[in-house]
Nanobody
Framework: VQLQASGGGLVQAGGSLRLSCAVS????????VYWHRQAPGKQRDFVAV???????NYRDSVKGRFTISRDNAKNTVYLQMNSLKPEDTAVYYC?????????WGQGTQVTVSS
């Protein structure tokens, strides 16, 4: 199982970024995919999740600004981030739980300047 995250970068407050997470193998269609983030000196926190049937959930602080989606043909999950704030600055990780194990992508840095 491999997860490849991409799309991070430096953006001004109020700007947008789209993160991508490519998930290998046949697990994609049968598993929920999560985004988490970790700011310097802080714990890794849940950001958003999408189930195999497309049900989504978000942490309160990103509701209305972030949108998670999936493209089953490309085995890829996206996180569209709009109206970014400096407090969104973190390394963003995609994550899948499969057959009793945790699988994490390598992380992609998002930096929002004020």
């Amino acid at each position: 199982v491999q997860l490849q995250a991409s799309g991070g970068g430096l953006v001004q407050a109020g700007g947008s970024l789209r993160l991508s997470c490519a998930v290998s193998g046949s697990i994609f269609s049968r598993n929920s995919v999560y985004w988490h983030r970790q700011a310097p000196g802080k714990q890794r926190d849940f950001v958003a999740v999408i189930t195999p049937t497309g049900i989504t959930n978000y942490r309160d602080s990103v509701k209305g600004r972030f949108t998670i989606s999936r493209d089953n043909a490309k085995n890829t999950v996206y996180l569209q981030m709009n109206s970014l704030k400096p407090e969104d600055t973190a390394v963003y990780y995609c994550y899948v739980y499969f057959q009793g194990r945790d699988y994490w992508g390598q992380g992609t840095q998002v930096t929002v300047s004020s």
